[in-house]
């Protein structure tokens, strides 16, 4: 069984910084793919961005340039870091593991993050 926990969300202002980590428990293979993704109310749950076990990174046209996913295989931990933040980058974010070897993928239970002044 796998198990992931997300941490680091809360209240910013507009501009403002936030880092979320997910530590990531249980029977993990290589090669896996890690990814946030964030559900807004009223609106589908959307990748954020993903990165291979390799480290190469995928992005959301809407966060490029702004976030930045980062990994520590050694530590089975994932991390968003998220600059300038915007009021609309307000929502549940939500960790996942993607095991493409058994095809089975895993959500961890989502951290709140709002941006507002």
């Known amino acids: 069984q796998v198990q992931l926990v997300e941490s680091g969300g809360g209240l910013v202002q507009p501009g403002g910084s936030l880092r979320l980590s997910c530590a990531a428990s249980?029977?993990?293979?290589?090669?896996?793919?890690m990814g946030w993704y964030r559900q807004a109310p009223g609106k589908e749950r959307e990748l954020v961005a993903a990165i291979t076990y390799g480290g190469t990174t995928n992005y959301a046209d809407s966060v490029k340039g702004r976030f930045t996913i980062s990994r520590d295989n050694a530590k089975n931990a994932l991390y968003l870091q998220m600059n300038s933040l915007k009021p609309e980058d307000t929502a549940v974010y939500y960790c996942?593991?993607?095991?493409?070897?058994?095809?089975?993928?895993?959500w961890g239970q989502g951290t709140q993050v709002t941006v507002s002044s």
């Open positions: 249980g029977s993990i293979f290589s090669p896996n793919i």
């Open positions: 996942n593991l993607l095991l493409p070897g058994i095809g089975r993928d895993y």
